[in-house]
């Protein structure tokens, strides 16, 4: 599933911002991008990109909306895939191998 999380946060609370890097570290398979924008009173809003099994952004949202100095957040899904970022290296299969000609 592809889907995003928002979520407003007071920036001047304590290590928030620390936690929320932490965070999306620790799910940068699933936390594909970020963007945050400045709002008045120290708060910001963030839009994380996200992909993943529903329950496990679905954690990561959870995570996120439990933290200290979050004012609100919410995840958005949708049954829509993305495309991978990086394709797969190509398979190995034996140094004699090459591409589909069989060693030959």
Do not use: F
Request: no cysteine.
């Amino acid at each position: 599933m592809a889907g995003t999380i928002t979520i407003v946060y007071d920036e001047s609370k304590g290590n928030l911002l620390q936690r929320l890097a932490e965070l999306e570290r620790r799910y940068l398979d699933e936390v594909i991008s970020s963007l945050h924008v400045q709002l008045e009173n120290d708060h910001r809003i963030e839009v994380l990109l996200v992909q993943g099994p529903a329950r496990k952004l679905q954690s990561i949202a959870d995570q996120l909306l439990t933290l200290k100095g979050v004012k609100t957040g919410k995840l958005t899904l949708t049954t829509m895939l993305m495309p991978p970022l990086h394709p797969l290296p190509p398979r190995v299969y034996g140094s004699n191998q090459r591409s589909g000609n069989q060693g030959r």
